[in-house]
């Protein structure tokens, strides 16, 4: 759908510019710093810098929409995963460019076995965020059920560039090494 046609329904360009420009601008560029920050950082430092980096990334700009990722979240949490879907679905319906949503409902499908919607999803939302090492983590370890190791190899050297103290990351590149996954004759 193009602009031109959004704004042919001024309530949804409205919705659209309202969610895009709402995230504080302090937080929008504390990004970059942040993710600069985590590449030094010692390990008790670096968690901090993960946490308010998910943190910023969780913030969709809006009450409501924030709301559907945390009821999404907690039905993941007791392991409801068709209702956590139906409420991440809601969220990335009304907030199509928050990259939150698309990588909170890859995992809701990834945990229902729903694989092909789930690839789907983590690809939206590394469009919308690139940076999102846990997104690209999680490809990494859908690319390994796929048994696309060279991918999943790929994908986990990507998150070590990005959080060098990635340890699930660490691991797995490990066991792709010890299979034989990226070694040179």
């Known amino acids: ?27 929008q560029g504390d990004v970059p710093a942040l993710l600069e920050q985590l590449q030094s950082a010692e390990p008790g430092q670096a968690a901090q810098i993960e946490r308010e980096l998910e943190r910023t990334w969780a913030q969709s700009g809006s009450v409501a929409m924030n709301m559907l990722l945390e009821r999404g979240r907690k039905s993941m949490e007791e392991q409801d995963f068709p209702t956590a879907i139906d409420h991440f679905t809601a969220l990335t319906d009304h907030a199509p460019t928050f ?22 999803d983590l690809w939206q939302a590394l469009a919308l965020n690139p940076d999102n090492y846990n997104a690209i983590f999680g490809l990494g370890m859908m690319l390994l059920q796929f048994e696309d190791t060279v991918g999943a190899g790929q994908a986990f050297s990507r998150v070590l560039e990005l959080n060098p103290g990635h340890e699930s990351a660490k691991d797995a590149l490990k066991r792709l090494e010890a299979d034989g996954i990226g070694r040179s004759l």
């Open 1 to 27: 759908m193009g602009i031109k046609h959004i704004l042919r329904y001024p309530i949804v360009a409205a919705i659209l510019l309202t969610v895009g420009n709402t995230l504080p601008a302090a937080a």
């Open 99 to 120: 990259a939150e949503g698309y990588h909170a409902r890859a995992m809701a499908y990834y945990q229902s076995g729903r694989y092909g919607p789930a690839l789907d």
